[in-house]
């Protein structure tokens, strides 16, 4: 009978009341709908757009929204600002929270649209990275930080690979892998990593003046890495950048630098180093104190024929030769020995004086420098003669091919243009990629989570049913205490019972079990031949306690006897991940209650027809039990299958990890602070739920409707 009848429907009141209830549920659903949606949109973003928190990625139909994820994807935050000259922005948050991001910092991208005087961008491209691969690798700094980390791991784990078969020490995929690894850091003469995907790729730019790359294995490498890649994926060291920094330090503020230079700068990043020598007297002057004194020394080449003032400012500053060969860590015999090296190399005590003798006894005028902007006005020079011949091939004005500076703001957003369909697919599948590859090269973890939500379902659907269906057929005396005893534990926190299952599996009285069991089995069923008169009553029970006693003190001896160790350990195994939770006192309250409700004339007639207790729950009890059964199989699947902690305390051993053990560890130890990543993680870890319970959304529905038919 409906609580609202027809009539009573017609009524505004109760029409306002309908409309409300179903308005508390719209609301309802979209506060949980929400949530789920700005998960799925986190799992797809970046930098740029992951502290947004919209419900839909927008970057789906907005170009302008990919082309900053895009830029954000490929550059440090800072190198953004210098390459494409944001002025007045110092925040990331600024850009992100822009109204009109393109229209607001990117004047190149309306430029490019509206094609009108636009620059010859693929000639631009073209001198670019043709002088760059001929660029030295010493020089080049990485583009894209994540995915370059990504792409030299492979490399890494491709290149060590393929060495284990020149060395004849190739075996299976996994352990393959291993052995690479341990290569790779036998190579290196210490441990760099535990495993590939903790290397990282740190070829960072160092603004120090006397920074410099030591002769290492893993540096080296990382420079070939660098070499063989294409012009997109790295760029050079600019002294524009040093300069920026020294005039930072300097100055303090922009105002304060367009009053010393007599310029007009809105923001650092607009200060570019001078090739030649300025004209404005203080511009010249801090040019040359930068020269002096920060200029990279790793871009300094000095001439040969001071190796002999070398040689007096060691004897000037350490007096003896002796105190030379303990300075140095060297073994000469006469001052003639010391070399002198004409570029920023040796030794770290070698450079520490030979860059103070640079510093303090040679000229600037005696010094050659380098670097990208000197370097690549040389290439331009030589190619194109002078400005005026550059201006008409860029068909851009050019006043002097030393003050030119590549667009890179040109030349990301056509660059970016070309491939847009290309860069929005990738966003909407990189970050499930670096999890699935995570997961893919952890061995055992997808199998292992298999076998223990294919136990638990087993155990679930056997184990409860039947202990329910005991308590529910047979008139059991203390059945009520048995329900209370199977529900106490629900009263403490499952961190309480941890422990001590933990100490029970690692000393598994197993041999004790069997053989204390058999020996009891035996007693008991000598008593019963011996007294048959106790069968009954209270003796019957005193029949039971006997037997179990003479179990319980012939277990021991028994395993002595017959050489079977007493206990195991079941840690780092299937069986410490399910026998914990194969049988559930909730479920069994659940379903004895829902057994309790079916006819008993089924049963009779069952019976009546011959039928054994086993097949009447079978045929009678499981079919009519199918969605209560499914309702508690999956709150025991789904805590198996997202159960971490109990996981990760049994098995130590990784081979024995779950998939969720690992997405702990990914979002611990390998996604530190990349929330995006995060998100992916969990919404790969939702989807074999998400098909658990359309599987079972039929029977569940059923469940819904069975007790109205009733």
Partial sequence: MPLLPTVGRKALRVRLLILSIYGVLVLGGITMVIPFLITLTCSVSNRFDLEKYNPVPTYFWEDDELYCKYLFEKYEFNLLRRLHRLVHLTTEREMRMAKDVVGDFFPAVQH????????????????????????????????????????????????????????????????????????????????????????????????????????????REQRLFLAELEPQWKRPEMLDEFFERYAKRKYTTIANVNAAWGTD?????????????????????????????????????????????????LQEILGTLKAVNLELLTHFDSWEQIPFETEYAGSRPYRKYWSQFVIERI???????????????????????????????????????????????????????????????????????????????RGRAVWNTFILVALTVMAGLVVNPITAYALSRFNLRGTQKILVFLLVPMSFPPEVSMIPSFL?????????????????????????????????????????????????????????????????????????????????????????????????????????????????????????????????????????????MWAFVVCQDKNMWTLMVWLYAFQSEYAVGQLNLIMAALTLASIPTFIFFIFCQKIIMRGIILPSMK
């Fill in 265 to 313: 700068y809105e923001d650092f990043v607009q200060i570019q180093y001078p090739v030649t020598d300025p004209d404005a007297a203080p511009l010249a002057e801090d040019r040359r104190e930068f020269q002096r004194k920060e200029f990279p020394l790793r871009f300094v080449r000095v001439p040969e024929e001071y190796a002999q003032a070398f040689r007096n400012y």
């Fill in 112 to 219: 490019i649209r509206s094609g009108i005087g636009c620059p010859n961008i693929p000639l631009i491209r073209s001198d670019y990275e043709s002088f760059l691969m001929r660029y030295p690798s010493e020089r080049l700094c990485g583009l894209f930080p994540n995915m370059l980390e990504e792409k030299y791991r492979r490399w890494l784990k491709q290149k060590y690979t393929s060495q284990l078969g020149q060395e004849a020490l190739a075996k299976s995929a996994q352990k393959n892998e291993e052995l690479a690894l341990q290569l790779f850091n036998r190579d290196n003469g210490e441990i760099v990593a535990t495993e590939f995907a903790l290397i990282e790729f740190n070829l960072d730019l160092s603004f120090s003046p006397k920074a410099f790359e030591e002769d290492q294995l893993r540096f």
């Fill in 504 to 644: 029970l599996l690692r000393s598994f009285p197993l041999g004790l079990l069997i053989l204390g069991g058999g020996a009891g089995a035996l007693a008991f069923v000598a008593l019963r031949r011996l007294f048959p008169s106790w069968n009954k009553g209270y003796r019957g029970m005193l029949q039971m306690v006997l037997a179990f006693l003479i179990g319980r003190l012939c277990a021991l001896p028994l395993c002595h006897v017959f050489h079977v160790p007493p206990s195991i350990t079941l840690l780092n195994t299937y069986a410490a991940l399910v026998l914990p939770g194969m049988a559930s006192g909730f479920s069994i309250f659940l379903l004895k209650g829902f057994f309790d409700g079916l006819p008993r004339e089924l049963y009779e007639a069952a019976s009546m027809d011959g039928a054994s207790e086993m097949q009447m729950f079978r045929v009678i009890t499981y079919p009519l039990c199918k969605p209560i059964i499914v309702v508690t199989l999956m709150g025991q699947v789904l805590a198996a299958y997202g159960g971490f």
């Fill in 363 to 441: 000229p600037i005028e005696q010094r050659e420098f380098s670097g990208f902007e000197i370097d690549y006005a040389k290439y331009l020079q030589d190619k194109y003669d002078d400005s005026e011949s550059l201006s008409k091939a860029y068909a851009m004005s050019i006043p002097s091919i030393e003050g030119f500076r590549i667009p890179f703001d040109y030349l990301d957003y056509e660059s970016f243009h070309q491939d847009r369909s290309g860069w929005r697919w990738f966003f909407m599948g990189y970050n499930y990629s670096v999890v699935l590859q995570f997961l893919s090269t």
